[in-house]
Structure formats: structure tokens, C-alpha cells
């Protein structure tokens, strides 16, 4: 039973470049969550898919962006990347019929923007 | 909004000792309490959790404790390990999405 997994693993991009991550969520799971890490920080939520909507988020600007596919992996764009976009960057899937349900996190990808 | 506390930021404990990190949460809808353990480099994993309509749950030497009317709850480790040395964070949730503590660094000296 594969886990949640997460591509790539590291980025390194410019400012005002754009950047494409992608998950994978857990067998059985529908539900992806995204998350930023800053060093040394707990997650901060960016938001939430649910059935290919975006059914929450978080205090991020409209730079960041998503989308869920049919298969429920998710996808997360940066645009316009800015140098206080580094950091670690974590999925998590759920099972979303209710609320408040244990989210399983992947290996995160690190972004590095220079 | 919701806002979760998070104390220590840094706790040291000799092998063998327990160990208590403590968390308080603002926003009185929020009930649900994971604790997650990140080692150096690797992924936040869920080690034990809590609704609010439990006061206490333990599973083999951590045990989590919520008290709803203070708006606080604790994870506890007892017969600390060298594994265990590793970033915990508390988190909580009222609705889909998690509001995290800031994290206790968890130190185990032999």
C-alpha cells in the first residue's frame, strides 16, 4: 500500500519564475491538503482539494494555486516566485466526508528560489 | 482565528525520564488534537491523537490529555528513548484544516 508520495523531491528556481509541485495521496484517501514549511517552523496550511474543489484556504496570496485531478492527486503552482517562497513543501491526504480527520503527510519537496 | 501555543520550544531529558509538551489552542470549536513527531529532514508523522470528547488517551509510553475548559492539552512520554529524540508539534482543528504549534525540540541525553 503505497503512501503518500510527492515529485520532486528538490527545486531550485529564479524569483518571478513559476513552479509545478504534484502529490500522490494515500490509497483510499480523497482528500489533499498542502502545507508550507519554513525552516525551523510548523506547517503553515495553504489550503485543502476536496472532489476537484478547493473547499478551504489558508492565509496565502492568489500566487498559489492548485488543482485536484479525477484520481484525486493534486497538483500546487507558485507564480511569481518570491525568495520568501523557499521552503519545504508538504501534502497530506485524508478521507474527506467529515471534518477533523488524520492527515498523512508525503516526503514534502524542498524549494529553493534564489 | 484559531492560534495554538506550543511549550517548551526546546526540552531536554536524561534517558529513561518522561517528558511533557504542552499546548493551548483559542478558538473553543476546535475537536481535534494530533501530535505529530518530524525527524531532521524527514516528513511530520502522526503519533497519537485525540477528539474532544476524550480526556485522555495513551498508547504504549505517550499518552495525550485534553482539558477543554482550560483549552490546553499535553503529550507525555514516559521511558524516554533515544528515538525519540526528534521536532514534536500539536496541532488543532475545528474544521479541515490544521493550525500548528511551533514545536518542541525533544532532546535525549544518554
Known amino acids: 500500500d503505497a503512501g503518500v508520495t510527492q515529485s520532486p523531491t528538490h527545486l531550485i528556481k529564479t524569483r518571478g519564475q513559476q513552479v509545478t509541485l504534484r502529490c500522490s495521496p494515500k490509497?483510499?484517501?480523497?482528500?489533499v491538503s498542502w502545507y508550507q514549511q519554513a525552516l525551523g517552523q510548523g506547517p503553515q496550511f495553504i489550503f485543502q482539494y476536496y472532489e476537484e474543489e478547493e473547499r478551504q484556504r489558508g492565509n496565502f496570496p492568489d500566487r498559489f494555486s492548485g488543482h485536484q485531478f479525477p484520481n484525486y492527486s493534486s497538483e500546487l503552482n507558485v507564480n511569481a516566485l518570491l525568495l520568501g517562497d523557499s521552503a519545504l513543501y508538504l501534502c497530506a491526504s485524508s478521507s474527506g466526508t467529515g471534518l477533523s480527520y488524520e492527515q498523512y503527510f508525503g516526503p514534502g519537496t524542498r524549494l529553493t528560489v534564489t | 482565528g484559531e492560534n495554538v501555543e506550543q511549550h517548551p520550544s526546546t526540552l531536554s531529558v536524561q534517558e529513561g525520564d518522561s517528558a511533557v509538551i504542552k499546548c493551548t489552542y483559542s478558538d473553543s470549536a476546535s475537536n481535534y488534537f494530533p501530535w505529530y513527531k518530524q525527524e531532521l529532514g524527514k516528513r511530520p508523522q502522526l503519533i497519537i491523537d485525540?477528539?474532544?470528547n476524550v480526556g485522555e488517551k495513551k498508547d504504549q509510553r505517550i499518552a495525550v490529555t485534553l482539558n477543554k475548559t482550560a483549552k490546553h492539552f499535553s503529550l507525555h512520554i514516559t521511558e524516554t528513548q533515544p528515538e525519540d529524540s526528534a521536532v514534536y508539534f500539536c496541532?488543532?482543528?475545528?474544521?479541515?484544516?490544521?493550525?500548528w504549534g511551533a514545536g518542541t525540540k525533544l532532546i535525549i541525553k544518554p
Open positions: 485525540i477528539r474532544s
Open positions: 490509497s483510499g484517501h480523497d482528500t
Open positions: 496541532a488543532a482543528s475545528g474544521g479541515y484544516q490544521l493550525i
